[in-house]
């Protein structure tokens, strides 16, 4: 077997985010669509985003989600009704002004001026106006509530500048959208649904996340809280891979979402919204990609074992005979769970040589690769691949033999284990990058100055500023190219000072550079 | 027990099409959105939709096809480069022209003209033209080839017309696209893919279609040959509930889809495109529904078992034995599998009057509805409906009795008989409703005048006129409201002479009205 090392390229230490574009065209997951800021996503990336909706999906209906699906457009009318949520995107909104074209005589076509549209509609940045509009006709009493609603859709955001998966002028998403009686029920779920996506996260996507409340600046337009998940990708910088927001009555007065309560009033439902993205894949790369590729972790892994016989191509009886010692490994494991589930083996008899085959499937990040040649099957065993763990010390590909039947046997345990794995390697880097006992705003500035490279994330306490003092802090950090991220559920006690104002501290949050 | 009818206000045999609004109402299928031409699709109906994805999806994958995605938006020159396509779409299009909004000065937002699109971007009415463009970067070589890809997506064709689910502006659907090495794997493709629709629309949904080729002047817009299944409704009209287009080299002329044969010759690739949409649930609807609402197949149903308990809402011991007792049968139920699939069972104690709930259930069309009042437990037996033989001879909904533990064995052979009994019901009906014999246009004019109600089909034969011949007899047709539906295949040949043209016939069309 060849022991060549068909590595990327660039490596993520030289140029992460030149690493980034090229893993994304090694595994085959997207490339540009020459549509501006649209990307197409190929099969492999799409493989992987069925995975996360299937999953993702069945947490939403465990919590007792019904899904739903409404209209792309929505008339420009719905956003104003609500003045901060129009605010927010006006300014990224695609606009839908004509249904039909016509020839303008010089054998082009044009927007029909006869089919100009009375009211423009906009291509749905994000769905709670349209949502408002059905909730004000389905909830009438009490009886009717929690309505708790999700669907998966395409939305539209213009983006000046984009990258594929974390920003995209069209995305795909889910969208939940609940209406409840009072503000305590609304906010538990809107942290019910914040647990839910870092269950999917870490448990899913083998992706540790810190889970806590943004600051007023960095909430949903319209929001009265935006929580988050929060990812550290292995430069250090934070992804945000989720959000619930409780919305108070701000979209209930807006479209009239109103019931008669158990005491016989009248009064406006607590809304709630909350989505991940597409963006969740980028996520998944910038946590596990390694210089060699993508590695998928198994439980989102469109195949998570690939067996490759090592043909010849002579289409004759030595090949067919090592595609049928392969078929038997294929079907004994079609026959194994893991994780709840049946695997998910294929079987690459495709042309091509065989070594080049096994390096495609590495970049692909496939979990297990078997690879099967003529010794393999005279010994009765297997060459099989670990993506977690590719390189043996002497810096050859890292094979074991199991025997085949052993094989069959072990892997659904190895998968689980490289779930794991993946996902405990995330945390020790992230847990690794994240600095604490940073006590002024000087310090914090010496800190990312004095490091060579981006060292992560910083864990401050502050005074919880707001209104005009918060943008002050804001532009402070903003000069360090630093953000603030959220405030961690769970997190110990202030016991100090403010890093930005010296006033005793209330709470600790996180900052760091973002994506 | 209750055994008043709660029918719906409109019966089929009065008016049809208020009938369908009513189902659709009545079943909370979906309403209107308020947006033009768009549907709001409420849980119900999105069940539906989610079980034809599931196993249409399957049967696409079973076929070697990979899942991808393309963008929403399609740049109007893509479009320009195929004629006849844009030609037929032209009319349609939804026409995105700006990327922001500003105020106007008055306190309105307006499209804002600094963010004028250069070139006007196309919502998608069909992907031919940006998968041509990706298809002419993927396929370099004969080994590139047969490329086999789908998605599923929505798409907007601007309606002036609308009716829910059959013809909405904005509808769902998959739409696959493949690129062959020459005519024949083409057009072979084409057909398998019809037939994997066929198989969808009669195995899954229960609904029969004749599948068949479309004349000359129904051909997809840019297509050398568009074949069809369709479906006769209640009202012997016809449904067209799927289209398979061999494509032949028009769009890869027009995008480049050329590769490298075995000969070393650049060649064109020929390609096809194959399609289905929600409209499928509305075919489910005017073939299985009845006076009473909806009758879901159950392959399609997203709940096959409704088990309610006949709760007094009391919340005391009774009440809880009761639950207690209906939550064994609902455990014995989900361990049991139909059709290849665990069961999907619910046990519905939500608040309210066990008898409008069974109602409620009876209009949405679930399979089996299960009753359980004290006295059942008592006897330990269950009442148990059936949705496809609701009534017994004598008036009264026609409740079965069985042991509990017999209900839990009985009900997965049930549920396979209640599917094929609604296939054969409707595949009965759709025989009945077709005419034979008809041999001359005064005939068929006269057939059609002389019938009370609408008689549905007629199976004519023909010469297969074509270009302006074919036009006169598409005009004829016009004048008695009806349309050529297709060529089906397997027909017997022909053996007399063309009802328009006189001449001797080459092949047997289907002619009837259609939605």
């Given amino acids: 077997m060849s022991n060549i090392r068909h590595a990327l390229t660039v490596k993520r230490a030289d140029d992460f985010a030149a690493w980034y574009q090229e893993v994304i065209s090694a595994a085959d997951m997207a490339e ?15 493989g992987i985003w069925e995975r996360i909706q299937h999953l993702l999906d069945g947490r939403i209906k465990d919590t007792g989600h019904e899904n739903c699906y409404f209209p792309l457009f929505i008339p420009l009318s719905n956003f104003e009704r609500e003045a901060e ?16 074209l016509i020839g303008d005589g010089a054998g082009k076509l044009v927007p029909d001026p006869e089919a100009k549209l009375e009211e423009p509609l906009i291509v749905r940045p994000t769905s709670e106006t349209i949502f408002g509009d059905a909730m004000a006709r389905w909830v009438q009493s009490w009886r ?4 708790k609603l999700n669907q998966w859709a395409n939305v539209v955001r213009w983006e000046m500048r984009t990258r594929m998966f974390l920003r995209t002028s069209e995305f795909l998403w889910q969208e939940g959208h609940t209406a409840h ?25 083998a992706m540790p996340v810190i889970a806590g409340e943004k600051p007023e600046n960095e909430r949903f337009p319209g929001a009265v809280e935006t929580w988050s998940i929060e990812a550290m990708m292995q430069d250090g910088k934070a992804l945000q891979a989720g959000t619930s927001h409780y919305l108070g009555t701000n979209f209930s007065e807006a479209a009239g979402i109103k019931f008669q309560n158990q005491d016989g009033d009248q009064a406006l439902c607590h809304t709630t919204s909350w989505g991940v993205s597409t963006r969740m894949i980028g996520g998944v790369i910038m946590t596990h990609g390694d210089d060699d590729g993508l590695r998928v972790p198994p439980t989102i892994a469109p195949w998570q074992v690939v067996i490759l016989p090592m043909l010849r191509g002579k289409d004759d009886d030595a090949d067919a005979q090592l595609v049928a010692y392969c078929e038997e490994l294929h079907e004994a494991l079609k026959g194994q769970s893991a994780c709840g589930e049946r695997l998910r ?13 096994r390096w495609d499937w590495v970049r692909k990040g496939a979990p297990i690769i078997i690879e099967v040649g003529g010794r393999d099957m005279e010994n009765g065993v297997v060459s099989l691949l670990r993506r977690d763990a590719l390189w043996a010390d002497n810096g050859k590909p ?23 794995n993946l996902f405990a390697q995330a945390k020790d880097q992230r847990d690794a990058n994240i600095t604490r006992g940073i006590e002024t705003l000087d310090q914090l500035g010496e800190f990312y100055s004095a490091e060579a490279q981006y060292p992560g994330w910083v864990e401050v306490q502050w005074s919880k500023p707001t209104g005009a003092a918060l943008e002050q802090v804001v532009e402070q950090l903003k000069a360090l190219k630093l953000t603030i991220r959220n405030v961690p559920i769970g997190a110990a006690a202030a016991d100090g000072s403010c890093i930005f104002t010296g006033e005793p501290a209330v709470e600790r949050i996180y900052v760091a550079r973002a994506y």
Avoid: N
């Avoid at 020459?34 to 492999?44: A, F, L, N, T, Y």
């Avoid at 949520?85 to 039909?100: L, N, S, Y």
């Fill in 345 to 357: 083996v294929t079987l690459d008899t495709k042309h091509g040589k065989a070594s080049a085959k």
């Fill in 398 to 420: 890292d094979f074991h033999s199991p025997a085949k039947a052993d094989a069959a046997q072990a892997i659904p345990a190895m998968l689980e284990e490289i779930q794991s």
């Fill in 144 to 147: 009717d509530l929690p309505l």
């Fill in 181 to 205: 009686d009072g503000e305590a029920e609304a906010k538990e779920h809107t942290l019910r649904m914040l647990e839910v996506y870092r269950a999917c996260a870490e448990e899913d996507l």
């Fill in 32 to 46: 540009e669509s020459g549509v501006r800021g649209c990307m197409v996503i190929k099969p492999w990336g799409w």
């Fill in 85 to 100: 949520h129009v605010d927010g995107f006006a300014k990224e909104m695609a606009v839908v002004t004509h249904h039909r």
